[in-house]
């Protein structure tokens, strides 16, 4: 057994005490400890950038702008514990005339208990060790251990040392947070069946997010597993706008299918359109665009691999068309864009043809008609987002596809690219499965703080006994809901 391995039921009974204090910590106290934690990784900028950049290859400016994120997260996750209506306070009063009498009983959101978070290889600051997974964690009051992503493995100690040294500042209780290098399998594994973890949060493969489902489903009492797998993001192209903007939309989509190698979640990985001039001109100048875009590495050597062999592949199926004229998938770590094409009725037959490719590849499948194009959604599993291209006159005539794109996806988009993400109340990041688990939660946005709680009736109780948020003099001054109605009153 490696020591890491030996050393997790301590790290997890050190998790079980840590919440036991955290969990009672104030909303205002756990706020400026977030806010700590991101002037400490903003103290580090710089370090830390560089080290992302060494382990990730990950371009400068890109890793920049992600810390910024980051810290704005925490900083999101902050301000909405201080205002503290998230907590869903619900009041009903008694009624000792009712005949049988009504009981006092008052509901709120309660933090779960230890939170095991995976770092993602591609986020190494905002999925990672200070991402969005953990300050919602801990924002929530729940405690959490991470298990660092092997790909960036310095850069999460970097980033926890920072998350260490608010914890002193802030005196937040000791092991509050607590990092587990990634080094096997059998680390995540330990740590996801462990009896004392209380849910997991994960970013990467769907093989990956498989086996942590079927660990946390083997346990005695299984957890929740919140898992961003995969997702091919289709996109429509409507007829109109193919005909009308087709310029434009060859550079929006040669930017949006290779930004970051195309190692994003949202990448558009499946075009549909009919079949005609358009769609032929459109291909030749995504293909030309393509020309322009620089390369850089990918982020392993593993998922390198996996794009050339997963592009292999696709190459023994007869009815797909490389489009694009390079020989070679990757050389040196570095990816080719690809687009490829198959018509939809050789894509209907073919269900390996809707899997996600990571990286900057992109098919596109020519329909006859528009019920052809509408077979070929429907097809489809769950996805993170969904977009429709179109013009006006397109959007009123094609309502039926905007509502099959809204069937499948937690976001959908008009007329814009689905990467780059929103941090924001109203996001959802998410969708059904293979995309993610659970299709209820957001892994992005303040929303996401709900796969930590759980809700906890409390009937009978002296107003003293009760939670500040459900209190009659409501000392916190949140929203709350009151015999079914939304206010900010005292009882
Ligand atoms: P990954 O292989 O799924 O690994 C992610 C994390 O899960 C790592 O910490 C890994 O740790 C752990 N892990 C993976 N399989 C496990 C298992 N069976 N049991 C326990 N722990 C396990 O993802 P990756 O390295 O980031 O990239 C590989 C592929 O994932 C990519 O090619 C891409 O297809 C996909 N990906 C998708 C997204 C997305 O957002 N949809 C994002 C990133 C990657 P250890 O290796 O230490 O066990």
């Not at 706020?31 to 560089?50: G, H, P, S, Y």
């Not at 100690?157 to 005196?171: D, L, N, R, S, Y």
Request: glycine content about 8%.
């Amino acid at each position: 057994m490696s020591d890491t391995i030996s050393a997790i039921p301590e790290i997890m009974s050190n998790a079980r005490l840590a919440f036991e204090k955290y969990s009672r910590v104030s909303a205002g106290k756990r706020a400026v400890f977030l806010e700590t934690i991101a002037e400490e990784i903003e103290n580090k900028r710089e370090a830390l950038v560089n080290l992302a950049n060494l382990e990730t290859n990950l371009p400068l400016p890109r890793l920049n702008g992600e810390i910024g994120r980051t810290t704005g997260q925490l900083k999101m996750f902050a301000n909405l514990i201080k205002e503290g209506s998230w907590v869903e306070a619900v009041i009903d009063l008694p009624d000792a005339e009712r005949v049988p009498a009504k009981p006092d009983t008052r509901k709120m959101l309660v933090p779960l208990g230890p939170v095991i978070v995976f770092g993602a290889s591609n986020f190494p600051f905002a999925f990672s060790t200070a991402g969005g997974d953990t300050a919602s964690a801990l924002a929530s009051g729940s405690t959490v251990v991470i298990k660092g992503h092997p790909a960036h493995a310095k850069t999460s100690e970097m980033v926890f040392e920072a998350i260490q040294i608010a914890i002193k500042k802030c005196e937040i209780p000791e092991n509050t947070v607590q990092h587990v290098p990634g080094d096997s399998h059998e680390t995540g594994k330990a740590l996801v069946m462990h009896p004392l973890s209380t849910a997991v949060a994960f970013t990467g493969s769907q093989a990956g997010g498989k086996a942590l489902i079927e660990y946390a489903r083997q346990r005695e009492i299984p957890v929740p597993v919140y898992a961003e797998m995969s997702s091919i993001n289709p996109v429509v192209l409507l007829p109109e706008t193919l005909g009308s903007n087709t310029t434009s939309l060859a550079k929006t989509f040669a930017g949006s299918v290779t930004l970051g190698m195309g190692q994003f979640c949202t990448k558009p990985g499946l075009f549909f359109a009919l079949k005609g001039e358009n769609l032929n001109q459109f291909i030749l100048l995504l293909l030309e665009e393509l020309k322009l875009i620089s390369k850089h590495k990918m982020l392993h050597e593993g998922i390198a691999q996996a794009y050339e062999k997963l592009l292999q592949h696709l190459g023994t199926q007869q009815e797909v068309s490389f489009l694009s004229d390079s020989e070679k998938f990757t050389e040196e770590m570095k990816p080719e864009a690809i687009i490829a094409k198959v018509k939809a009725e050789s894509f209907l037959k073919n269900p390996g043809l809707s899997e996600e490719i990571f990286g900057p590849y992109a098919l596109i499948v020519e329909c006859e008609d528009l019920n052809e194009l509408k077979s070929a959604l429907k097809s489809l599993k769950g996805q993170l987002t969904a977009t429709i291209m179109g013009t006006d006159q397109d959007f009123d005539l094609h309502a039926d596809i905007i509502e099959l794109q809204t069937s499948l996806a937690g976001r959908v988009i008009l007329n814009a690219a689905p990467t780059g993400v929103e941090v924001c109340a109203s996001m959802v990041h998410g969708g059904g499965y293979p995309s993610t688990s659970d299709e209820k939660f957001t892994s992005v946005g303040s929303s996401s703080i709900k796969r930590w709680v759980r809700p906890v009736c409390f009937q009978g109780f002296r107003n003293n006994m009760l939670p500040d948020a459900l209190k009659n003099e409501n000392p916190l001054g949140i929203w709350r809901i009151i015999d079914n109605k939304f206010t900010q009153k005292t009882i």
